[in-house]
């Protein structure tokens, strides 16, 4: 199972661009990188997932080199309602899901 | 759709109480997931159900049962609860093996004095 490495927190300020960087060394050929969101007292919320190079959606862009040994969401504009953790998982060809204690991003006004 | 439901949302046990925790979801899945999240940590598997009729071990299946009770419910049981497992546990349910993203239900918050 690929294990991940990704910063214990970070600040932001409202409206600035967020960038959190996952590394997973030992990823898998059929592996995919998954970033889930989580608010404190709620389940993890799926936000985006890839494969290689780079993937957008309305929420995120995620950004994966080519050796694919890591990984870079990125929060566009961030506001004060994304302050979460954020959690990247890569997806092991079987079912036992890894989360890590992932990035806590506190974004301030 | 509802999504993943689970019940109850908070429950306090005493030390060698037994429960269940209930969770169901309606669309259509066919793998689900009990994880185990403790204060400022990241989630831990406990148990998962690959499909109807199917379960096995996660990372942290000791005090721990689950039977999958038909595609739609998942039910986790703790025999007899110890204060080690207080927690949130959060249920999920993703539609098929392979790379497709999982629904997490709201949480179970359990105390155990």
């Known amino acids: 199972l690929a294990k991940t490495t990704q910063p214990i927190s970070m600040d932001s300020y409202e409206g600035q661009e967020v960038n959190i960087t996952c590394s997973h060394n030992?990823?898998?050929?059929?592996?995919?990188i998954t970033w889930y969101q989580q608010f404190p007292s709620q389940g993890p919320r799926f936000i985006i997932q890839?494969?290689?190079t780079k993937v957008t959606n309305e929420v995120a862009s995620l950004f994966i080199p080519a050796d694919r040994k890591s990984s870079t969401l990125s929060l566009p504009r961030v506001s004060l309602s994304d302050t979460a953790v954020y959690y990247c998982?890569?997806?092991?060809?079987?079912?036992?899901?890894?989360f890590g204690a992932g990035t806590r991003l506190f974004v301030k006004a | 759709n509802a999504g993943v439901t689970q019940t109850p949302k908070f429950q306090v046990l005493k030390t060698g109480q037994s429960m269940t925790l209930q969770c169901a979801q309606d669309?259509?899945?066919?793998?689900m997931y009990w994880y185990r999240q403790d204060p400022g940590m990241g989630l831990r598997l406990i148990y998962y159900?690959?499909?109807?009729?199917?379960?096995d071990k996660g990372e942290v299946p000791n005090g721990y049962n689950v039977s999958r009770l038909n595609k739609r419910e998942f039910s986790l049981r703790l025999e007899s609860a110890a204060p080690s497992q207080t927690s949130v546990y959060f249920c999920?349910?993703?539609?098929?093996?392979?790379?497709?993203?999982?629904?997490f239900g709201p949480g179970t918050r359990l105390l155990v004095l």
């Open positions: 669309m259509n899945h066919n793998s």
């Open positions: 030992n990823i898998a050929t059929n592996d995919y």
């Open positions: 999920a349910s993703h539609r098929a093996f392979g790379q497709e993203t999982q629904y």
């Open positions: 998982l890569v997806n092991p060809a079987g079912f036992k899901t890894i």
């Open positions: 890839g494969y290689k």
């Open positions: 159900s690959a499909s109807e009729g199917t379960t």
